[in-house]
């Protein structure tokens, strides 16, 4: 049974030395303060937080990189308790994995997905190339900055931070009708990620997903026939 809707936050640690010294620092903070779980990787946090007489448990979470059941038992050997699957896994791959995997297991099930990311401050060293100046931080608004690709039509979103570059998915995931695979399978958590989203959106996000759990685990054909009317309804407006 599904009992929580997990929206997490990930901190991207660079495979630099010199942020070691910071990393660990900043997983004693972690344990300081015993915040739930902590979503990695890279191994160094896995090395780090098994110092602690009492670890919080892990999220192994490597983006694309997660595609089988043997490298969640594999990180689940070496002390990860879930593997967070990619994104471009099928609906069977992801069952397959579940029934093979001794992890719990978490699937993202709204929100953008990152489709490239490199290290290298590109948008500020084209700006800086061409002569222009950029100021490159974190804000509230990102909509401002798109690629556009003429060819498909889309609009890809791109922000640029302190780890990098990104490129984002044009279009959300949104799932929730389509949750009760997942839900039969036993899938152990969904992931809400909230990147360039604002907090009111991924507040009202939250509640729906929440809502659509605690139907299902209440009464799974009351879930089955409300979201099957919201599905035909959607798909008539379209």
Known sequence: EISACLVGSEMCIRDSNYHLDALEDYINFLHDIQVDRIIFGDPAVVMYVKQHEHPIPLNWDAETLVTNYFQCNYWGKKGANRAVLARELSLDEIIHIKEHADVEIEVQVHGMTCMFQSKRMLLGNYYTFQERQMK??????????????????????????????????????????????????????????????????????????REAIDLFNEDPDAYAVSYTHLRAHETGRN
């Open 136 to 209: 490159i931080e974190r804000q509230h608004d990102h909509g401002d900055l798109l690629l556009y690709d003429e060819e498909r039509d889309n609009k890809y979103p791109v922000f640029e931070d302190y780890n990098g570059t990104h490129i984002m998915s044009p279009n959300d995931i949104c799932l929730i009708e389509e949750l009760e695979p997942f839900f039969e399978a036993g899938i152990d958590a969904f992931k809400i990620d909230g990147i360039l989203q604002s907090e009111e959106y991924i507040n009202v996000v939250t509640e729906q997903y």
